[in-house]
């Protein structure tokens, strides 16, 4: 598992990011889900499953931690694909599985 530097406030800023860009949550056992593509571009998700290019908002470039979770997901899934954000990290599903999120990243907070 990789590990990854975060502020506090940069942190929830992407949660208040998702719940802007999406009508209800998407599930409480998550505080933001996200998808990126292999343009590094990355938009909150609210649905299962494709999200129709004309569906995204890409708020990638606005957020920093962002940005850093995006580059890593794609060093190792050059196709992108949705994670999955709670306090203590990101999350990812594995190849082939629907069910099942593994912990990916270990967010590491430091003071603001």
């Avoid at 505080?31 to 290019?53: I, K, L, M, R, T």
């Avoid at 994670?83 to 629907?98: A, C, S």
Wanted: include cysteine; hydrophobic fraction near 30%; charge should be positive.
């Amino acid at each position: 598992m990789r590990r990854l530097k975060a502020k506090v406030r940069a942190y929830k800023k992407l949660v208040k990011c998702y719940r802007r860009h999406t009508s209800k949550p998407r599930s409480p056992e998550w505080d933001a889900v996200f998808s990126c593509n292999w343009y590094e571009e990355a938009w909150p998700c609210q649905d299962y499953g494709y999200s129709q290019p004309d569906d995204r908002v890409n708020v990638q470039m606005r957020y920093k931690l962002l940005r850093k979770i995006v580059r890593i997901v794609l060093s190792d899934r050059p196709e992108g694909g949705r994670f999955f954000l709670k306090t203590g990290g990101v999350y990812v599903k594995p190849e082939g599985e629907e069910t099942r999120q593994i912990a990916y990243i270990e967010l590491i907070y430091k003071d603001d």
